[in-house]
């Protein structure tokens, strides 16, 4: 109805385009990440729904060393526990002709002719076992394509030293390894590592398992799930007899506990970055329209003496801030939709899924516009709110100066008499403009506190990477026998070629006990002196293995509430399975994964056992002709279990982290620089148009430009560090909160700082502000003062 | 000669206006400025009032309080019986709107719309607004309809200024020294206007004016001094715009 005044708010827009494009870009940034983070988490946690509920997961696994099927089958009597369905898996060590060191795997019996069960495969390539040899196997489809290998095709594998052969049938994923990892593997890694289905009647025949299996995996029923980890513990002590090595609840299951891991972190950030976002555009915003509405105090007034009402007149300059709430969600919700898809197919190559599409969330799309546009209509609604409260007869006189008032820092006479005139003038209009200041410090700080977030983010991987597979574990590559061997099997080792170091390693599984806390894991048992296993400390020091006693790593002794001097009680899986008791010595920093270490002297006598060694860890020479001799060895060394290749594995691990790395520090960089660069605009902007006479004046006294710009640099740059600075502590704790937010039993991140962190982040803090004086600056430059001299306003 | 059969005939009985002991106080501060001190006014309905007095006397302060844009500190305005003084936000703003047209001593244009736009924006939430391009031509302004203020002079200005009062049809005009601006030609013409308006259409009208020549053109005069009424005088014989000697 209201048109001409419709024609006044855009024209207006129109010439303060600038400064509404920079705070509209403040919300964009938001909205984009408000959409994108929250549609990859829908798509993510949908598809993860959909793909459980296809492939039938289990709620729990059991691993024994071997039991009866018939005994196995009794766990059905126990009340809670619901479907279940019995397997047969051995790690396996893969044989490629065209791939010169032997790869590791995981075979999984599947019933010969296709059934229903849990964890079941959903066939990429080829079909389902056939009845015309028994030696078929099926791939995951991950490895098959990494090593480009079809359904007709036959493959090697080492099966209870037995070199096998094994005819394709098909390719396969499962929900049960969504996020495949290897052993001590932190990323998937197709090229070293696949999982092999074999037929069940096979696998009985190969390991000797007739009627016999060694993993059970169940569900619940639903009646009892709230109770799901007392079912789990009774399901245990019914197979204690078979020597139960591990019972994980799907929560702890290791593919889950990645996959949720990640939707959880994501449905976190996806509501704190994006607020940060919009409270800083809502206070910028403020800041805008309160100087707006103060210029135009005299149409306010106009226009009311007209006979507009306050509701008219407010929703006026409300649209201004919706104009900018409306291109900031629109913009965020394109952005936002295309950066999902840009997630989206990032997580398309960590977590395998049949179906992991990127879907246009209306919802989503619908809560980002709206949220942006409360933000904007909030961030203007004070300014607007002010200037109604005036009668329009008060309205259309000029207004009374502002209170001069004595200056807080006045009263420091000593700080206040140091500084030279140019910093006093700068001090007090900072501190005069008490909300515009605010907005300053506040977005200079959440811009800081992203950055220092960000920054450690990439200090704690960089961290994690150095302690964990440079200083802990340093060995190339690892040998797991298939039964407890004896000193020679170490000396056998020590002869392969291209081995330059060996060292046993004595892992004992077995139940970790403190009180009523307990815990299913290992003790690796170590030489004193062993260099390719080094535990060390939070300060990074070495820890010596002590005589007597267990080096606890860190998450395993807040699981189980244990430190130093308290003594553990251990009952191993297999053996006699006698209860030991053993006191923790040490604790030792680690990041990943949970262990104890102990003497592997002492480890033996503990059990009461004469020395054994279950694996062995090497140090190889370089050279690759020396390698391929060792990697063609161990392709035929028998009673072997599993091979890891260390090696392959850290640099994996180092290339995709560092990868991400690259692009996470370039889009976080980005969006603080928007952050910063649009508050100092917009306040220094602001800042000049009020003071247009004052500029101007100075410019007729004959002060150059540059000085004029000082004194507005001075003023940014006081708001700009001092937010900066704020802002160092609140990224700290940002960064431990995400830390917090994103820890699990497999990994957690350090929190960690360093000087580089602190430096960057002032340093660009300090670029922004510049860029931003840039514009500031050119304002000064092209302005007319003769013009503004006689402006009256 | 405003007392011929052309004109409905004057109701007399009640007057449209009706200040009563009339008091504004201005707080600054400490300090507080008595602007307007017990003013007893009738503004009678259908006529042509001026008021004269020196600058800073209180001249707008009073046309703010009868315009509904301020409120007194002390007394009462009834216009039409209605009391003003009382009256909600609201209803203020109804009355502005509805019942009367404002020609501000500075204008008061919105910078960034045009001359026609100005006017515009006042016709549009009018009950019964006459057309702007028709009060563009009034005023003599038709080929400046496009421009914006910061491209008319100070006397085109202000001649938007009264074709945007005159373009909401009110019953009251109050006229904050429409002329001061004008030159003495344009000057007549718009007073000229403001007659016509009086006379033919029976609009009241409250016109500011420091030059006592042109109250000449008026019924009554009220002579302001210091926020009093120092004299209130009956003019039976109004004088035509065009021989106002300027
Ligand atoms: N809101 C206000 N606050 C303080 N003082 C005010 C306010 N409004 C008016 N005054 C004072 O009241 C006095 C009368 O002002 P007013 O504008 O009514 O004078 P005027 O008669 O219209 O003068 P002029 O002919 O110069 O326009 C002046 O001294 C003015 O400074
Ligand atoms: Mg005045």
Redesign the interface.
């Given at each position: 109805?209201?048109?001409?005044?419709n024609?006044?708010l855009l024209?207006?827009v129109n010439?303060a385009k600038g400064l509404l494009l920079a705070i509209t870009s403040i919300i964009a940034v938001g909205v984009t990440c408000f959409v994108a983070m929250q549609s990859a988490y829908h798509n993510l946690n949908d598809a993860k729904i959909r793909y459980y509920r296809q492939c039938r997961m289990a709620d729990f696994w059991i691993d024994v060393k071997k039991a009866p099927v018939t005994e196995l089958e009794l766990l059905r009597s126990v009340s809670g526990v619901g479907e279940l369905h019995t397997r047969i898996t051995f790690p396996a060590t893969v044989d490629l002709e065209n791939v010169p060191e032997p790869l590791n795997g995981q075979t999984i019996s599947l019933p010969d002719d296709p059934t229903l069960v849990l964890n079941d495969i959903i066939l990429r390539q080829g079909g389902y076992f056939t009845r015309t040899r028994s030696n078929e196997v099926i791939l995951n489809d991950a490895f098959a394509r990494a090593h480009r290998i079809y359904p007709g095709q036959w493959i090697h594998l080492l099966l209870n030293d037995r070199r096998q052969e094994l005819f394709v049938v098909g390719t396969a994923i499962s929900s049960e390894f969504t996020y495949l990892l290897g052993p001590g593997a932190l990323v998937p890694d197709p090229q070293n590592y696949g999982v092999f289905y074999l037929k069940r009647s096979f696998a009985e025949d190969v390991f000797d398992f007739q009627g016999a299996a060694n993993q059970v995996i169940g569900r619940f029923t639903p009646e009892l799930a709230g109770e799901s980890e007392a079912t789990l513990r009774r399901a245990e002590s019914m197979l204690d007899t078979y020597g139960v090595f591990s019972a994980t609840p799907l929560r702890l299951q290791a593919s889950n506990q990645f996959l949720e891991n990640e939707i959880n972190g994501l449905g976190a950030i996806a509501t704190v970055v994006p607020t940060i976002f919009l409270a800083v555009a809502a206070l910028v915003l403020n800041v805008l329209i309160t100087r707006l509405a103060r210029q135009q105090r005299?149409?306010i007034?106009?226009?009311?003496?007209?006979?507009?009402?306050?509701a008219?007149v407010f929703l006026h300059f409300v649209k201004f801030g919706l104009s900018v709430g409306v291109a900031g969600g629109c913009a965020g919700a394109v952005l936002g939709y295309a950066a999902a898809s840009g997630m989206t197919e990032v997580y398309r190559n960590f977590f395998e899924f049949p179906d992991l599409r990127s879907e246009l969330h209306w919802s989503i799309l619908t809560i980002g516009l709206v949220v942006s546009l409360i933000c904007a209509v909030v961030g203007s609604l004070h300014g607007a709110w002010s200037m109604l409260q005036l009668?329009?007869?008060?309205a259309?006189r000029p207004e009374?100066p502002t209170h001069g008032g004595a200056v807080f820092l006045e009263r420091l006479t000593w700080l206040w008499r140091n500084l030279s005139a140019s910093w006093r003038l700068a001090l007090r209009s900072v501190l005069r403009h008490r909300i515009r200041s605010i907005a300053a410090v506040f977005a200079a700080m959440m811009g800081a506190g992203l950055l220092v977030t960000g920054f450690m983010m990439v200090e704690a991987q960089n961290y994690f990477l150095n302690f964990q597979f440079y200083r802990t574990m340093r060995s190339d590559i690892d040998l797991t026998f298939k039964n407890e061997q004896g000193r020679d099997a170490l000396d056998e080792v020590r002869r392969l070629p291209g081995v330059d170091h060996a060292e046993p390693q004595l892992a004992v599984a077995g139940t970790f006990e403190n009180g009523a806390r307990r815990r299913k894991d290992a003790i690796v048992g170590l030489l004193p002196d062993a260099r390719l296993t080094m535990p060390h400390d939070s300060q990074g020091r070495r820890i010596p293995l002590p005589d007597t006693g267990l080096v606890v790593t860190r998450r395993m002794a807040e699981i189980l509430r244990v430190q130093p001097g308290d003594v553990l009680r251990f009952t191993p899986v297999k053996g006699e399975r006698r209860t030991v008791e053993a006191s923790v010595a040490v604790i030792a920093d680690s990041y990943m994964g949970l262990t104890a270490y102990a003497d592997i002297h002492y480890l033996s006598r503990l059990l009461g056992e004469e020395l054994a060694i279950t694996g062995a860890q090497l140090q190889t020479r370089q050279e690759p002709s020396q390698l391929a001799r060792l990697h063609h060895e161990l392709k035929h060394l028998p009673g072997v279990e599993s091979i890891s290749n260390r090696r392959d594995l850290v640099a994996n691990i180092t290339k995709t982290i560092l990868q991400n790395q690259f692009v996470f520090i370039g889009v976080l960089v980005v969006f603080a620089g928007v952050i910063f660069f649009g508050s100092i605009v917009n306040s220094s902007l602001v800042n000049l148009a009020e003071r247009q006479r004052e500029v101007a004046t100075f410019r007729a006294l004959g002060y150059s430009q540059w000085s004029i710009g000082a004194m507005f640099l001075r003023e940014s740059f006081v708001t700009n560090m001092l937010g900066a600075l704020l802002g160092l502590p609140m990224g700290y704790g940002l960064m431990w909160l995400t830390a917090k937010a994103y820890e699990n039993d497999l990994v957690r991140l350090p929190v960690i700082s360093a000087a580089w962190v602190w430096w960057s982040t002032l340093a660009l803090a300090t670029l922004f502000a510049l860029a931003a004086h840039g514009v500031v600056q050119w304002r000064i430059n092209t302005m007319n003062y003769l013009e503004a001299l006689k402006v009256k306003e | 000669m405003r007392n011929d059969s052309t004109q409905p005939p004057k109701t007399n009985h009640q007057p449209l206006l009706r200040l009563s002991g009339v008091g504004r106080t201005f707080v600054m501060g400490e300090v507080s400025v008595v602007v307007l001190k017990n003013i007893t006014l009738d503004i009678r309905r259908g006529e042509f009032l001026a008021m004269v007095g020196p600058s800073g006397s209180g001249k707008t302060t009073i046309l703010n309080i009868v315009g509904g844009m301020d409120r007194p500190s002390s007394g009462s305005v009834l216009y039409d019986g209605q009391d003003l003084t009382t009256a909600s936000n609201r209803e203020l703003t109804r009355y502005r709107r509805d019942e009367v047209g404002f020609v501000f001593q500075f204008y008061n244009l919105v910078p960034n719309l045009t001359a026609r736009e100005n006017i515009l924006i006042s016709t549009e939430i009018a009950r019964d607004p006459r057309d702007a391009d028709e009060m563009l031509r009034l005023v003599g302004l038709e080929d400046r309809a496009e421009h914006f203020p910061s491209q008319l002079s100070g006397g085109e200005q202000q001649r938007v200024s009264i074709a945007r009062a005159i373009a909401k049809n009110p019953q009251l005009l109050l006229c904050d020294e429409p002329t001061g601006a004008l030159d003495f030609e344009t000057g007549k013409r718009v007073l000229r206007l403001l007659v016509d308006l009086n006379r033919d259409l029976g609009k009241t009208v409250v016109v500011i004016t420091h030059n006592a020549a042109l109250a000449a053109v008026a019924d009554r005069i009220v002579h302001l001094r210091s926020g009093e009424i120092s004299e209130l005088t009956e003019n039976p014989h109004p004088i035509a715009p065009e021989e106002v000697v300027w």
């Open positions: 109805m209201v048109k001409a005044l024609l006044k024209r207006e010439q005299i149409v007034g106009t226009l009311k003496a007209l006979g507009y009402g306050n008219q009668q329009p007869a008060e259309m009374p | -």
